[in-house]
T-cell receptor
């Protein structure tokens, strides 16, 4: 149980384009989903927390107009990186939580490369 | 600012030994504690969760929690080279209006054959 999928697993895009990443909880209802970013050899960095049906809460320093998050249902959240630049190249990982306490289950991550 | 601290390592142990990973946290009101394993280039994977003081065992893994000392640890018995990874400690302060999970920076474990 507690499986979270992400799509795509990797993507290469050109600078200035937008990329959408999907995160799905496959066998449970995720009231809360999280989006993280991780650069090579660095720690996980929380970008934003989203609750189903409401606006995401962004961490300090994360541009909400650049990283659009939609948590439209209890099993799906999307992250759209708008007008991507090479510095946005990173490993983006989502996680899902049933309720707002308890374990977070991570998706396999999406590796984004912006050329 | 709620904080979770871990020794970044690397912690090197020989194959078959016990690896001991430690974590301290600042929020005394924290109620839920988790250990994740992250292999290089992969996303974190939940290993253990612990909610009560004492020990919790699952196979070769034992989580230990001491809320009075604000300390949680993970013991890995009979360490294998496949256990080589970064181990992340996470704390849920149960502050519904603030941070949900706080992750430590991780301890890199290397199990030497």
């Amino acid at each position: 149980g507690a499986v979270v999928s992400q799509h795509p697993s990797w993507v290469i895009c050109k600078s200035g384009t937008s990329v959408k990443i999907e995160c799905r909880s496959l066998d449970f209802q995720a009231t809360t989903m999280f989006w993280y970013r991780q650069f090579p050899k660095q720690s996980l960095m929380l970008m934003a927390t989203s609750n189903e049906g409401s606006k995401a809460t962004y961490e300090q320093g994360v541009e909400k107009d650049k990283f659009l998050i939609n948590h439209a249902s209890l099993t799906l959240s999307t992250l759209t990186v708008t007008s991507a630049h090479p510095e946005d190249s990173s490993f983006y990982i989502c996680s899902a939580q049933e309720g707002n306490v308890g374990e977070q289950y991570f998706g396999p991550g999406t590796r984004l490369t912006v050329t | 600012q709620k904080e979770v601290e871990q020794n970044s390592g690397p912690l090197s142990v020989p194959e078959g030994a016990i690896a001991s990973l430690n974590c301290t946290y600042s929020d005394r009101g924290s109620q839920s504690f988790f250990w994740y394993r992250q292999y290089s280039g992969k996303s974190p994977e939940l290993i253990m969760s612990i909610y009560s003081n004492g020990d919790k065992e699952d196979g070769r893994f034992t989580a230990q929690l001491n809320k009075a000392s604000q300390y949680v640890s993970l013991l890995i018995r009979d360490s294998q080279p496949s256990d080589s990874a970064t181990y992340l400690c996470a704390v849920n302060p149960l502050d519904n209006y603030g941070q949900n999970f706080v992750f430590g920076p991780g301890t890199r474990l290397s199990v030497l054959p």
